[in-house]
């Protein structure tokens, strides 16, 4: 993961006010949306990107356990399996993903994501409800992630690299607690099943 400056034309005012309602799209955003791609109806999407022509299409979706997107190259007719962003591989700050962002979410075979980078105040209190505290708050930055990196799965376990390091299985064993069961298709992957 590479984390640079954001490209000049696509820089908007580092403004917090960006991140209203953060993270989701707005609800009737993600319907519509859902309804032309029903792929996207079962996840919460901080972001959609279509390219010109509509032939790429590129979504950043989340689960509890962190971004992944999800990419068409035909329009939406298939999609990949949802990607792992990989973004535990930073340093321990908060990368916030703008929903308005105007950067293209695909250049090549990068994804190419605006994140803002905030270095919460760990040693002081603070919470959902009351807030955090922040050492710095940076506006502007990209993080740009080749497709490949995102896909690779060493194992053939269906799981990805990135992924795995995630849920801390192994990425170079298909059966991580060697019970049989590969860790896609083993719902305690860390844990093998009595005999």
Same mark, same amino acid.
Request: with cysteine; hydrophobic share 35%; proline share 10%.
């Given at each position: 993961?590479?984390?640079?400056? /954001?490209?000049?034309?696509?820089?908007? %005012?580092?403004?917090?006010?960006? /991140?209203?309602?953060?993270?989701? /799209?707005? !609800?009737?955003?993600?319907?519509?949306?859902? #309804?032309?791609?029903? /792929? =996207?109806?079962?996840?919460?999407?901080?972001?959609?990107?279509?390219?010109?022509?509509?032939?790429?299409?590129? #979504? &950043?979706?989340?689960?509890?356990?962190?971004?992944? &997107?999800?990419?068409?190259?035909?329009?939406?007719?298939?999609?990949?399996?949802?990607?792992?962003?990989?973004?535990? *591989?930073?340093?321990?700050?908060?990368? +916030? +993903?703008? $929903?308005?962002?105007?950067?293209?979410?695909?250049?090549?075979?990068?994804?190419?994501?605006?994140?803002? &980078?905030?270095? *919460?105040? $760990?040693?002081? %209190?603070?919470?959902? =409800?009351?807030?955090?505290?922040?050492?710095?708050?940076?506006?502007?930055? @990209?993080?740009?992630?080749?497709? #490949?990196?995102?896909?690779?799965?060493?194992?053939?376990?269906?799981?990805?690299?990135?992924?795995?390091?995630?849920?801390?299985? *192994?990425?170079?064993?298909?059966?991580?607690?060697?019970?049989?069961?590969?860790?896609?298709?083993?719902?305690?992957?860390? @844990? %093998?099943? !009595? %005999?």
């Amino acid at each position: 993961i590479e984390e640079t400056d /954001l490209p000049e034309p696509y820089r908007q %005012p580092g403004e917090e006010n960006r /991140l209203e309602g953060y993270p989701f /799209l707005s !609800p009737d955003v993600a319907e519509s949306l859902a #309804a032309k791609y029903p /792929l =996207l109806k079962h996840h919460s999407l901080y972001r959609f990107w279509s390219s010109g022509d509509g032939d790429n299409l590129a #979504a &950043v979706i989340y689960d509890d356990l962190g971004p992944f &997107v999800v990419i068409s190259r035909d329009a939406g007719q298939t999609w990949t399996p949802p990607l792992f962003l990989g973004l535990h *591989r930073l340093p321990d700050y908060d990368y +916030i +993903i703008p $929903r308005d962002s105007i950067l293209p979410l695909l250049d090549g075979e990068n994804v190419c994501v605006e994140v803002s &980078v905030w270095n *919460r105040d $760990r040693s002081q %209190p603070g919470g959902p =409800l009351i807030g955090y505290q922040y050492h710095w708050k940076k506006w502007n930055r @990209m993080l740009r992630i080749p497709i #490949a990196e995102l896909a690779r799965d060493s194992d053939g376990d269906g799981l990805t690299d990135l992924f795995e390091e995630r849920i801390l299985t *192994r990425p170079d064993s298909k059966d991580t607690d060697g019970d049989g069961l590969d860790d896609a298709r083993d719902n305690q992957p860390l @844990m %093998p099943l !009595p %005999p």
